[in-house]
C-alpha cells in the first residue's frame, strides 16, 4: 500500500481513470488531525504552517481497486456534509483538480472551486495530495478506530 503523490493534471487523470471517476462510491470514512498539541506541562505547540492533514476512505462497487484513500496534506478548506435521512450517500462523479496551485475534490463534478457558498457539496482544498489503493479494506469495518463506550 505505496502512497503515490500527485504532481500533475496527469496524475489527476490517472487517479481519476483508475477509480472510475468516483462513480458509485462512497465517502467511508476520515480522519483529520493537526501538528497542535498540549504537552504534559501543558504547554502549547503549534505550527504556523499549514498543519492541517486529512485521510479519507473510499470505497466503490467495482474491482480493481476497489478502495483507495486519499491524503491531503496542508488543508486550506475542508467542508463536508453529512447524508441527510432519505437521502442517497452514493457519489456519481466526483471532481479532483489542481487549480492555482491547490488540489481541490469534490462529490459532485459540477462543483466548482471559486463557489464555495454551494453548502450542499462535500469538498477538500490542500497543497499536496496522495493516494493508495486499499482494496482489502472492504466492507462496514472501520479503519481509523472507533470510540467504544467505557
Known amino acids: 500500500m505505496e502512497w503515490k503523490e500527485l504532481k500533475h493534471r496527469q496524475d489527476i487523470e490517472k487517479l481519476l481513470e483508475t477509480f ?12 483529520m488531525w493537526t501538528e497542535s498539541y498540549v504537552d504534559e506541562n501543558l504547554f502549547m505547540g503549534m505550527s504556523t504552517d499549514l498543519d492541517t492533514n486529512v485521510r479519507i476512505l473510499f470505497q466503490r462497487q467495482y474491482d480493481n481497486p476497489s478502495a483507495i484513500e486519499l491524503l491531503f496534506e496542508g488543508v486550506t478548506q475542508f ?12 457519489i456519481y462523479e466526483a471532481k479532483l483538480i489542481l487549480h492555482e496551485g491547490y488540489f481541490y475534490w469534490a462529490d459532485d463534478y459540477d462543483w466548482e472551486p471559486n463557489n464555495f457558498t454551494q453548502g450542499a457539496n ?19 469495518k472501520s479503519r481509523y478506530g472507533l470510540i467504544t463506550p467505557n
Not at 22 to 28: G, M, V
Not at 80 to 89: E, F, G, L, T
Open 122 to 140: 462535500s469538498w477538500i482544498s490542500s497543497k499536496n495530495l496522495k493516494w493508495r489503493d486499499v482494496s482489502s479494506w472492504m466492507g462496514k
Open 20 to 31: 472510475g471517476g468516483f462513480h458509485d462510491s462512497c465517502l467511508k470514512e476520515l480522519y
Open 79 to 90: 467542508h463536508i456534509v453529512p447524508s441527510p435521512i432519505n437521502y442517497d450517500p452514493v
